[in-house]
């Protein structure tokens, strides 16, 4: 149940980071926002509650939706609940049918999810471009990257200690 309330405070968090958080504006005019680095940590606490609650986690994912609907401008709402949404299901479908280890599950599921959800959000608010694409896309897989090498480690560590 941890798992699942510490995914919903997420969703409503980093809507409302998003929402408050000044876009930084790169050299090549694109924009991005530094709120990007905390969106992988979204994706992962995902996949830890579904492998708490199983499916049951789809229902958090739609009041991710809902919150993230009531948390901003009709444009940016729109975006961000679009984005969440196809992110979030590509996220959740890709770790679902994947029968790896844990780890490399996180990783997967990010490595579909955060591009997804990234060009999907920039596009519907007119921002998309490859580069401002890859840069948010490679800020959300931060997270995921850093979370993928503790588990991978403590699941070597649990092997080792098994042999």
């Known amino acids: 149940m941890f798992s699942l309330f510490t995914y919903m405070f997420l969703i409503v968090g980093v809507n409302y980071a998003f929402a408050c958080t000044p876009l930084v504006q790169l050299p090549t005019g694109d924009l991005w926002s530094p709120i ?3 969106v992988g940590f979204v ?34 709402a729109l975006a961000s609940a679009l984005a969440f949404a196809v992110g979030e299901l590509a996220d959740w ?15 997967l599921s990010s490595l579909l999810g955060a591009p997804l959800d990234s060009l ?44």
């Open 120 to 163: 999907v959000f920039l596009t519907c608010v007119g921002l998309a471009s490859p580069l401002a694409v890859s840069i948010m896309s490679l800020s959300k897989l931060a997270g995921a990257l850093l979370v993928f090498l503790l588990v991978r480690r403590r699941e070597q560590r649990i092997v080792c200690q098994q042999a």
């Open 93 to 107: 479908a890709l770790y679902t049918l994947t029968r790896r280890p844990f780890s490399q599950r996180i990783l």
């Open 36 to 38: 990007s680095l905390l």
């Open 43 to 76: 994706f992962v606490v995902r996949d830890y509650a579904q492998r708490r609650l199983g499916h049951h986690v789809l229902w958090a994912m739609l009041a991710g939706c809902v919150a993230s609907w009531y948390l901003a401008s009709p444009e940016l």
